[in-house]
T-cell receptor, first 112, second 114 residues
């Protein structure tokens, strides 16, 4: 079953604007990860936030985690046309094999 | 170069045929995973393996089979029992223990049933 639900499903913005994507999940987690997928390609890991962390930064990326609300958000600041891709959250609940459960993704389009 | 390779990139299959998708990694990772992705959807776990000669079913294992005879290889067979196999298949790997929690993905194989 899909634990992560993402919102919005699609987001279209202009270059230079910020993009915010949200992810909700249902069970307790060890960590939550965000991945990026360009059309027809494999996924690339962006950032990981652990259950005892509330906020993390990496370059133009900022991730927050609210375990009481079982939700996370990914903020991309000063977006560029090259940021156009699908973004997925994935939760690691600490189960056997370190399985990840993926959300259905947000399709981000950044218009030049 | 270190990484994960998948072959072929595109695969066409006639109904009733079994096909095998290749996944190889030279990252010395312990765990390997197979996911299925349908258009506009997230990834669903088919099978995973934490160690050679051992593997476990994921959420949608019916109609698929795997083997893990070598640490670097985790081939996926899509059998004729899989009723709707047309999809994008992604292989991933990761080290276990304290080496890191992210998964590394291959470029994917797009399977189309004719």
């Amino acid at each position: 079953s899909q634990q992560g639900e993402e919102d919005p499903q699609a987001l279209s913005i202009q270059e230079g604007e910020n993009a915010t994507m949200n992810c909700s999940y249902k069970t307790s987690i060890n960590n939550l990860q965000w991945y990026r997928q360009n059309s027809g390609r494999g996924l690339v890991h962006l950032i990981l936030i652990r259950s005892n962390e509330r906020e993390k930064h990496s370059g133009r990326l900022r991730v927050t985690l609210d375990t009481s609300k079982k939700s996370s958000s990914l903020l991309i600041t000063a977006s560029r046309a090259a940021d156009t891709a699908s973004y997925f959250c994935a939760t690691d609940a600490g189960t056997s094999g370190s399985r990840l459960t993926f959300g259905e993704g947000t399709q981000l389009t950044v218009n030049p | 170069d270190g990484g994960i390779t998948q072959s072929p990139k595109y695969l066409f299959r006639k109904e009733g045929q079994n096909v095998t998708l290749s996944c190889e990694q030279n990252l010395n990772h312990d765990a390997m995973y197979w996911y299925r992705q349908d258009p506009g959807q997230g990834l669903r776990l088919i099978y995973y393996s934490q160690i050679v000669n051992d593997f476990q079913k994921g959420d949608i294992a019916e109609g698929y089979s795997v083997s893990r005879e070598k640490k670097e290889s985790f081939p996926l067979t899509v059998t004729s029992a899989q009723k709707n196999p047309t999809a994008f298949y992604l292989c991933a790997s990761r080290p276990l223990g304290t080496s890191g929690d992210e998964q590394f993905f291959g470029p994917g194989t797009r399977l189309t049933v004719l």
